[in-house]
């Protein structure tokens, strides 16, 4: 079994085991000095910027924002210019002034709610690749995972001598921010390759060490993207580079011996993004280039330096394809001849081209194929029908299968790098928002299920107390929109209740309906939790997410909408009490609803929102843009797309409305959705709905998209964003939520 897939399982279970937003102008880009005991808020000057393209002409007020000079910022926030950063942190100031003092010990409460709920010095379920066996821990009250490994025989023995091989708490001691990347060992067991990203801009450092001596080698790789691959032989190791203008867009061979870095692979069209993967058979190595709509992937020998490189197809525009090695030929998941949910062909290693596809499962309209994995004697897939995702195993030769059933209305499922690819057994995680995440191993001869792990809850968890229910709620056009509500049992269903609500919505990432503690801070304090999956999602199929994009965008907005409407309709809630919830591209939802339909929610939180659309898909510098036109259209070139984009784009929408209260967030070193979108965006409400808010800004001047990054450090920013929403919904008054004067 491939160990840099179990690591990046075990930095899945890190996360998991860890737990766990009135103007005027001004002669300068400086926020006004805020008086230190109630601090108004900040005024942004308001610099008009002209900006003409494709014969139409728009004003952006707010560019000052950002920093002519990001790219280096994103490596060193830092060297920030300081008439922004003023103005970042005096809306910090306000924020903190507003609504984090206020909320000072319901914060605290919540705080020591959620810290609770989480199993301090908790580890995962051992992965097992040949003599040793690899996990993570927690320490007592430590931020950061320790890896670490074990021999096999003793894999589930927690007392028997383990070795260290990173120790997160030791690394990430005095720095700002602490992320790990991709790892993995050496193919010989003596040397673990390892990133590290220091700053939030997820540029990462890929260093090696000596697994006996517990020192680095001198190995150092900069300005990587997360993933990389050892040879077979153990002498070299497969890296993505960043471009300056951050896009993983080449492929390095680094031998260690000498410290050469040779270029495998450079991907010429900055619309598509580049990795690196190891087969489960640990024999082929793959690099894929590709957009959101178009794949293109080559492959080697593992074993073979300096390679070759083998084309499995040529990209055809919107044409989507994976690849698995298995049973000695490639099996390929692809979109090819309308097969919308994709279906399975297989073909060989030596001609691989379309032509030579020969079809194994065929496209099956209404049942997603969301992923596979390749073992020995077993290929299994991943699929979504009815909204319900399921395991279906294929035995060797694909002559029989059969699925592995669940019984829950609503469940989360996702396959484990768990064992070696002789192994027969399948080790996969299950949740649902009641069931705390579960590890079974899955025996593929005699299908019976071990039950390995199931997430402690140490301050106590019964799922009888909670009702889960899932409800479809019809859109403006008849479409049923998929809504997953959790509530307490106490909680009355007679419109008394508040309820958040939270969506996405785009790239065709579906929101799983899966377990998490902290959402039970907010569902023991009377509030229904609502997760929607509207059109830009894949809940219902591959046509649910093209249904959601470019000219169709509108439709993720209008059924989170009618989702909020539904759920006052049937009783759940009323207008005013539903608070909001979106990050990213989640982000840019909040900001539409907000255009949308103000009145129908008492407070709004944008997580790094994505609302300056058309001035960042007009940006081809910036990492994310050239790679995203097949998402939202690129206005540089079509028209249309320029029309479409600016008719829903929060930040050129806003306008005189009653906006309820807003929770926005970002991150400076935000290589995905950069800081100023949202500064510009809170800058812009205050002008123009001065009356309406308010309207909190909260910049993290020290990290990026994810937020702080240690486990319990990300619980604070939790809870800021609890207090907010309890505030919001009456459930406290400690605040004052009424606009500033």
């Not at 309820?660 to 812009?684: C, F, H, N, Q, S």
């Amino acid at each position: 079994m491939r160990l840099a897939a179990k690591l990046a399982g075990l930095m899945a279970a890190a996360t998991l085991l860890s737990g766990c937003m009135m103007t005027k102008d001004t002669a300068t880009p400086a926020a006004e000095a805020a008086a230190p005991a109630l601090p108004a808020p900040p005024v942004a000057a308001r610099i008009d910027k002209e900006i003409t393209q494709l014969g139409r002409t728009r004003v952006d007020p707010y560019n000052w924002l950002k920093d002519d000079n990001w790219q280096d910022v994103m490596r060193d926030p830092s060297l920030l210019k300081a008439d922004i950063r003023s103005y970042l942190e005096a809306e910090n100031a306000y924020t903190k002034a507003r609504l984090e003092d206020p909320t000072a010990a319901l914060r605290e409460e919540l705080f020591n709610e959620m810290r609770g709920r989480i199993k301090e010095d908790d580890s995962s379920v051992p992965a097992i690749d040949g003599d040793w066996a690899y996990y993570t821990r927690f320490r007592e009250g430590g931020e950061y995972a320790v890896f670490a490994r074990r021999p096999a025989a003793d894999a589930y023995n927690p007392g028997a001598p383990e070795t260290i091989l990173l120790d997160g708490d030791a690394m990430g001691k005095d720095q700002d921010y602490f992320a790990f990347g991709d790892m993995a060992v050496s193919p010989d067991d003596k040397s673990l390759a390892y990133g590290v990203d220091t700053k939030g801009s997820e540029y990462y450092e890929i260093r090696v060490k000596d697994i006996e001596t517990g020192a680095d080698t001198g190995v150092v790789i900069k300005n990587a993207y997360g993933p990389f691959e050892w040879s077979a032989t153990g002498k070299a190791i497969f890296w993505v580079k960043r471009d300056e203008n951050g896009r993983p867009s080449s492929v390095f061979q680094r031998e260690l011996a000498t410290g050469k870095d040779t270029l495998i692979y450079e991907e010429k069209d900055a619309g598509f993004f580049v990795g690196v993967d190891t087969s489960e058979s640990e024999e082929v190595i793959f690099i894929a280039s590709g957009g959101h709509t178009t794949s293109e992937i080559y492959w080697f020998p593992a074993d073979e330096l300096n390679p070759k490189l083998r084309l499995i197809a040529p990209r055809l525009e919107d044409n989507e394809y994976n690849v698995r090695h298995w049973d000695g030929a490639f099996y390929i998941s692809t979109n090819l001849d309308g097969a919308v949910d994709f279906k399975l062909v297989r073909a060989p290693m030596d001609s691989s081209s379309r032509d030579n596809w020969k079809e194994v499962i065929p496209h099956r309209p209404g049942t997603l194929l969301i992923g596979m994995h390749a073992q020995k004697d077993y290929f299994t897939i991943m699929e979504r029908e009815g909204g319900l995702p399921r395991i279906v195993v294929h035995e060797k030769g694909m002559k029989a299968s059969y699925e592995i059933s669940f019984d829950e209305a609503a469940f989360d499922l996702g396959l484990d790098a768990g064992y070696e690819y002789d192994v027969p057994v399948l080790r996969f995680d299950y949740a649902s928002p009641t069931t705390p995440d579960q590890v079974i191993d899955y025996n593929l001869d005699t299908r019976e299920r071990t039950l390995r792990k199931t997430r402690e809850v140490p301050s106590g968890h019964n799922p009888a107390d909670y009702v889960v229910e899932r409800i479809m709620a019809p859109s403006w056009d008849g479409a049923e929109v998929r809504v997953t509500l959790l509530r307490h049992k106490n909680t009355p269903v007679d419109g008394t209740a508040p309820v958040l609500l939270y969506g996405y919505g785009s790239y065709g990432i579906t929101i799983p309906s899966d377990f998490r503690t902290g959402r039970l801070s907010l569902v023991d304090r009377g509030f229904i939790y609502a997760i929607v999956n509207p059109r830009g999602e894949m809940a219902k199929g591959y046509q649910w997410y093209l249904d959601g994009k470019l000219e169709k965008k509108p439709n993720t907005f209008k059924d989170f909408v009618a989702a909020g409407n539904y759920l006052v309709e049937k009783g759940y809630t009323k207008r005013g009490q539903l608070i909001a919830e979106g990050g990213s591209a989640g982000g840019l939802l909040m900001g539409a609803i907000a255009n949308m339909d103000p009145g129908l929610f008492g407070g709004i939180i944008a997580s790094v929102p994505f609302v300056d659309v058309l001035n960042t898909m007009s940006d081809e510098s910036l990492p994310l843009t050239p790679p995203e036109w097949p998402e939202w259209g690129n206005p540089l070139t079509d028209e249309k797309a320029y029309d479409s984009i600016l008719a829903y784009s929060p930040y050129d929408n806003v306008t005189k409305l009653d906006y309820p209260p807003m929770l926005i967030t970002g991150g400076v070193t935000d290589p995905r959705v950069t800081y100023w979108e949202p500064a510009k965006w809170a800058a812009k409400l205050r002008h123009e709905a001065p009356e309406a808010g308010p309207y909190y800004l909260r910049i993290n001047l020290d990290s990026g998209h994810f937020g702080a990054s240690g486990r319990f450090e990300g619980l604070k920013e939790v809870a800021i964003d609890y207090a907010f929403a309890l505030a919001a919904a009456g459930k406290i008054d400690s605040v004052d939520l009424s606009a500033p004067e």
